[in-house]
């Protein structure tokens, strides 16, 4: 192992150094994926010398794990697959179907939900399968996560390998997973009897809660990745605690967008259906319920928090080209504004296509992106570092 290692590294220095050979001969913007590059390297050697690596390749593991996961999600909702197994077993549901009978069964369970008896009266069994895999799929995918979440700890923990507090941070980090298992089946469970999909508030705090799992072990891994000293928020600091607000609300508007299907309604853009606010986003009583049950109100919502996120984004870049942050947190926010504005088009592209599922998925994954930049932001802008005293310089 420890060969594959050496050769593996030897083979990325020898890429790295071509690279650079090849980016000095063709302009600026390779010379500043090449700086961008040469910040990851330097952050890998002081990994390798100065923290535990195995600790931080199982939390980044899981981190990217969870990023997949809430993909799988997206596509299950997107493909209306979520309902199609109608109970919950933690322990004893990790095998499928294994022959006709059980296949048989699980259709007449299915066939009493409201969804098959208002929208998928017309399916066989063989069409049942097409939306009972992804949603199995899912399930699976969560156990599997949890599997290789928590052995890893358990060896680490025992090994007393877990430092600094960082062993009930990362039992915290479980206890939330299991609980989104729960809240998982708690959403399904809202969609089988009444109604043809889930409540859109269960499926919003469903997406919630995956995305604040994702924060805390992008958030852990980057505290092993980077060990720091924190320090008091500064003006930049608190910009970019904005920006992961705003980017986190936008990301659970999406959810609610998703939960009332809002995304296949007025696809136009800028206006909707001639209006820049849509007629008839407050006409629900209570007026509250408009933010979450009325199509117009729920997708304006959404539209007006990525514009925001776009403004918000390319301010801060702009102003820390005037406040000097340090190397790796300059380009990642350029990073982030870069992203912001394509994950908009994204967005825009998605609506006036009707959410195909590929532009759907790519829509969610651009905002998994963007968060991700936006958190990597906040922590080298809110740290200071004992062994990276470099400062980025406006050019």
Known sequence: ??????????????????????????????R????LANSLWDIAMKLRSQIDFSVSVWLGTCTFLVALMILLGG?????DSGLSIVDWKPVFGLLPPMNKLEWYTLFEAYKITTEFKTQNFWMKVDDFKSIYWLEYLHRLFGRVIGIIFFVPFLWFLVRGRLRNGLWWRCLCVFCLGAAQGALGWYMVKSGLIGRTDVSQYRLAAHLSLAVVIYIALLWLTLKCIRPR????????????????????????AGGFVAGIDAGFAYNTFPL????YVPKGWLEIKPTWKNFFENVATVQFIHRQLGILVVALAILLWIRSRFTYPNILAARLISLAAACSVFQMGLGIATLLTAVPLFFGLLHQAGAIIMLSFAIGVVYELSAERKHDPKTYQVS
């Open 75 to 79: 596509a299950t909702r997107l493909t």
């Open 32 to 35: 500043m994926l090449l700086k």
């Open 272 to 275: 909707m259906n001639g209006s």
């Open 1 to 30: 192992m420890l060969g594959i290692c050496r050769f593996l590294a030897a083979m990325s220095m020898d890429i790295y150094k071509k690279m650079r050979l090849f980016a000095a001969k063709n302009g600026y913007f390779l």
């Open 229 to 252: 000293n924190p320090v008091k928020l500064q003006c930049l600091s608190i910009h970019s605690c904005l920006l992961v607000i705003t980017v986190f609300l936008t990301i659970v």
